[in-house]
């Protein structure tokens, strides 16, 4: 009876449990996305070399992906009500994640090399 009892409390929604589902559930849409980028571009082998670079980078663009999701509350959202707003909102994140990873990634170019 403990067991149910504990089980039941779990499921019981909260603003704290709905936000780390989200949260895990973007880490791994971005983890499968990078890692299927990799295998597309990569012809659908997985060269070794590259296994460092793999891990660095995906921990790169998750906590960037995240900090911009969190910076606009998108976490925050009750996804029932959903306005224009909120997309914009979404959009905005993805686009200045996106620069901001393609900055990251040119002054890493320019001081590092190819």
């Not at 089980?7 to 971005?30: A, E, G, N, Y």
């Not at 663009?61 to 224009?84: E, H, M």
């Amino acid at each position: 009876m403990k067991l149910i009892e504990h089980l039941q409390h779990l499921l019981i929604p909260t603003r704290l449990k709905r936000t780390i589902f989200f949260l895990l559930f973007d880490i791994v849409l971005i983890a499968f996305s990078f890692f299927l980028s990799f295998y597309l571009r990569f012809g659908f082998s997985y060269p070794a070399k590259y296994r460092g670079h793999f891990l660095i980078w995906l921990g790169i663009i998750a906590a960037i992906k995240i900090t911009t999701l969190a910076l606009f509350q998108v976490y925050q959202l009750n996804w029932r009500f959903v306005s224009i707003i909120e997309l914009g909102n979404i959009l905005k994140s993805g686009l200045i994640s996106t620069a901001v990873l393609y900055g990251f990634n040119l002054v890493i170019r320019y001081f590092w090399g190819p």
